[in-house]
């Protein structure tokens, strides 16, 4: 198993799905990768011990986008100048599509992760997070996915073994950025409890 160094041995990757995804109306789009969420997401993942995060697109301006980002700050000056970027980017890869992705998360934890998506509203096969922490904690693998503009297409969900709870806050706005909600999601499943 890859494994970053000083980490622990929580099985968990997680994929920023750009396309397919649903617009305002459900109409299956493919969305734009942002700096911010590359970045952020990146620094989210390292945090909590996420072993690879996947940016995933089919769109090739957009992949060359991201490996630019990557090169900036992996070998490039970025890598010098600020350390600490490096070492949260070091875990970012480019798929092209949901199938390379779980493709190249079963080979890495030599079974195929139990895939579990996120969304904005609730879903008869939802898996409470305190029932998905201690499946990590007995070394099950995970593959979380996170859809991007209105959220993941239904050929997604449809491909999936369960669904998080939704990130609901107090009343009936909910409209967190993805990054945010990968946040909050992660500390959930892998915060320290103490």
Same mark, same amino acid.
């Given at each position: &198993?890859? +494994?970053?160094?000083?980490?622990?041995?929580?099985?968990?990757?997680?994929?920023? $799905?750009?396309?397919?995804?649903?617009?305002?109306?459900?109409? $299956?789009?493919?969305?734009?990768?942002?700096?911010? =969420?590359?970045?952020?997401?990146?620094?989210? !993942? +390292?945090? *909590?011990? %996420?072993?690879?995060?996947?940016?995933?697109?089919?769109?090739? =301006?957009?992949?060359?986008?991201?490996?630019?980002?990557? @090169?900036?700050?992996?070998?490039?000056?970025?890598?010098? +100048?600020?350390? @600490?970027?490096?070492?949260?980017?070091?875990?970012?890869? $480019?798929?092209? =599509? *949901? =199938?390379?992705?779980?493709?190249?998360?079963?080979?890495?934890?030599?079974? /195929?992760?139990?895939?579990?998506?996120?969304?904005?509203?609730?879903?008869?096969?939802?898996?409470?997070?305190?029932?998905? +922490?201690? /499946?990590?904690?007995?070394?099950?693998? &995970?593959?979380?996915? *996170?859809?991007?503009?209105?959220?993941?297409?239904?050929?997604?969900?449809?491909?999936?073994?369960?669904?998080?709870?939704?990130?609901?806050?107090? !009343?009936?706005?909910?409209?967190?950025? %993805?990054?945010?909600?990968?946040? $909050?999601?992660? @500390?959930?499943?892998?915060?320290?409890? @103490?």
């Amino acid at each position: &198993m890859s +494994r970053i160094e000083g980490q622990n041995s929580i099985c968990i990757d997680l994929a920023l $799905i750009h396309h397919p995804v649903c617009n305002r109306v459900g109409e $299956i789009i493919g969305s734009a990768v942002t700096n911010l =969420d590359l970045h952020d997401i990146a620094r989210a !993942g +390292r945090t *909590f011990g %996420v072993d690879t995060y996947s940016v995933v697109t089919p769109y090739e =301006d957009q992949v060359v986008l991201v490996q630019e980002i990557l @090169d900036h700050w992996l070998t490039g000056y970025g890598a010098s +100048r600020n350390p @600490d970027r490096k070492e949260a980017l070091s875990i970012v890869d $480019i798929r092209r =599509d *949901f =199938d390379e992705v779980l493709d190249a998360a079963t080979e890495k934890w030599g079974v /195929r992760p139990t895939v579990l998506a996120t969304c904005a509203r609730l879903r008869p096969d939802t898996l409470q997070y305190e029932q998905a +922490r201690q /499946r990590l904690e007995q070394g099950e693998p &995970m593959l979380l996915l *996170f859809g991007t503009a209105w959220g993941l297409a239904p050929e997604i969900l449809s491909r999936v073994d369960g669904t998080l709870p939704p990130v609901l806050g107090h !009343g009936t706005y909910n409209h967190l950025s %993805v990054r945010s909600a990968v946040s $909050i999601i992660l @500390d959930r499943l892998l915060g320290n409890r @103490d």
